[in-house]
């Protein structure tokens, strides 16, 4: 530090408080470094804890004396600081007078560099007589450093050697590892070549400001996500508030109180976690999307051609074994009318099976317009494909006016389709009545299908919508995928599908439509 002059009129004290918090961080944090050495001699405690409370004193009095940013009120206030602080000062430094004849080796270095920093406050405050006003003294407690909990890779940027050394240790000793640069250009290589968890920027930089470098970094595609903490000891409020803006994740004000830098570099690094974890689950369920849609796909491809290229073939096998019944007539021996039976049958099966892999393939294909469908006309058109078996079972389908719902019509048809001709299928024995009804239901429309057949166990409940799932003999036509076709449609119209029933007491189909 070069001693500054008394702040010139037209001088701003935030930058005055600057110059002079760097020597106090110095002093406050080189002699936390030191209570914390376990090697340390006990007799230097008292000294140490000296040179804490005069930092901290002249912390509190360059806080209440540099604030104004009246340039008049500026000079008389750094005088009235000059003054105030010279008494703790002289007091700081004799104590690291006392402190470089009990300690030895790197902690001597380290009482050097407290020395040094008050020398360099003492010169400052060598000036005019103090109007002797007495600050409290705060007693500083010494909170004993443990291990992170989560342990991260730092790179730290300041200019000042002992501001980044003294951070790095302090790190380090928590279990951190750490990468220390002195330039905006240093930084950015560094960030190019290694991976770090956290930048801590000194927002005063020679060159290229900490904000300019932050700016840098948050506009380079690679680097968004580095979490960056901006080190300051220009504590004004806008300049800050700007480096959030920029995507700066904190600040912390120089000098650091061990504890609250200690729990917000762990509450940064926890949110990164957990920000990780959520981008990482993202991306695993992005992946997995993908890898549904692709094999959707497959299988729509797989049951076009399924439809296609299965049928002809199945169509010829069941043809020519008519054909073949035909010529035998009468002549035909009771095994062999079997054998036929067996092979008309199988293929009669196979077809229904391809025709619904196919529908519920259709289910889920893209083609997913929606309309107003009007689901009177969709059961009116039903009465007519379904007119052979309604006629045969004698079956009646009753509803009231039913209401129009943003639908897929063809999808629509299907689900009606499906639910009536099951009820017409799995019927009692009296003739199927079916009633269908819809009601408001907050924001759905409620469906309901009802029958009189034969029911449905409570356990079959839930699994009936799977795909293959029968409950009844062969002797009922069906492959099993009726209801599974029935659910996804209803799915991805945002509703669900339930149902209601008891063996023998016939069963009530269920459905949301939001509406
Ligand atoms: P499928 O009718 O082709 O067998 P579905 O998926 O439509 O296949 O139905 C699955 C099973 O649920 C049926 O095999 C049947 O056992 C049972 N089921 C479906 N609807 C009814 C109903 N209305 N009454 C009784 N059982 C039913």
């Given amino acids: 530090m070069s001693t500054p002059e008394p702040a010139p009129s037209g001088g701003r004290p935030a930058e005055l408080r600057h110059i002079l918090r760097t020597p106090i961080n110095h002093m406050i944090g080189y002699a936390e470094l030191l209570l914390e050495d376990e090697q340390r001699p006990r007799q230097s405690e008292p000294y140490l804890a000296t040179i804490l409370a005069c930092a901290q004193q002249i912390l509190t009095l360059v806080q209440r004396h540099l604030q104004s940013s009246d340039p008049s009120s500026a000079s008389s206030e750094v005088e009235i600081l000059r003054a105030q602080s010279r008494g703790a000062l002289r007091e700081a430094v004799e104590a690291t007078e006392a402190l470089s004849r009990i300690e030895t080796g790197q902690r001597l270095e380290d009482v050097e560099r407290i020395r040094f920093a008050a020398e360099e406050l003492l010169a400052f405050a060598v000036g005019s007589l103090p109007p002797n006003v007495q600050t409290p003294r705060r007693a ?13 890779r730092f790179l730290i940027v300041d200019d000042s050697e002992l501001g980044r050394e003294m951070l790095c240790r302090m790190l380090e000793r928590q279990g951190h590892t750490c990468v220390a640069v002195e330039s905006a250009a240093e930084a950015v290589a560094c960030l190019r070549s290694e991976r770090f968890d956290m930048v801590l920027l000194d927002f005063m930089m020679p060159g290229t400001t900490g904000m300019e470098l932050l700016n840098q970094i948050k506009s380079e595609p690679g680097f968004q996500e580095t979490a960056i903490v901006m080190l300051s000891a220009f504590d004004e409020v806008a300049e800050i508030g700007r480096c959030l803006e920029l995507g700066a994740e904190d600040y ?18 926890e949110r990164k976690r957990l920000q990780n974890l959520e981008r990482k689950r993202t991306e695993q369920l992005e992946a997995a999307e993908c890898d549904l849609r692709r094999s959707n796909e497959d299988l729509q491809r797989f049951a076009s051609v399924v439809s296609h290229d299965l049928q002809e073939p199945l169509r010829m096998i069941s043809n020519y074994v008519q054909l073949l019944q035909l010529s035998l007539g009468e002549s035909a021996s009771k095994e062999q009318r079997d054998y036929i039976h067996f092979a008309i049958d199988g293929a009669k099966r196979m077809t229904v099976l391809i025709q619904e892999l196919l529908a519920y393939s259709n289910v889920t294909g893209r083609d997913h317009t929606l309309e107003a469908v009007d689901c009177n006309e969709v059961l009116d058109e039903i009465k007519l494909e379904l007119g052979a078996s309604i006629a045969e079972t004698g079956a009646v389908i009753v509803h009231p006016p039913l209401p129009q719902v943003t639908a897929n019509r063809p999808q629509m048809r299907q689900l009606f389709q499906n639910l009536i001709s099951n009820a017409i299928k799995y019927r009692s024995q009296a003739p199927p009545v079916i009633r269908i009804a819809a009601q408001r239901v907050d924001r759905f429309w409620q ?3 009802s029958d009189n057949g034969i029911g449905i166990e409570p356990e079959y409940q839930d699994t009936i919508f799977g795909m293959f799932v029968r409950l009844h003999s062969r002797s009922v036509g069906g492959a099993g995928i009726g209801l599974a076709i029935c659910q996804r449609v209803i799915e991805r119209l945002g509703g669900r599908i339930w149902l209601e029933s008891a063996k023998g007491k016939g069963s009530t189909f269920f459905f949301t439509i939001p509406a």
């Fill in 140 to 152: 500083v407690p010494v909170v004993p450093q443990s291990p992170a909990k989560i342990v991260a």
């Fill in 252 to 269: 912390l004000l120089k000098p650091f109180d061990r504890a609250v830098l200690t729990a917000r570099l762990h509450a940064i690094l």
């Fill in 447 to 449: 469906f309901s299908v």
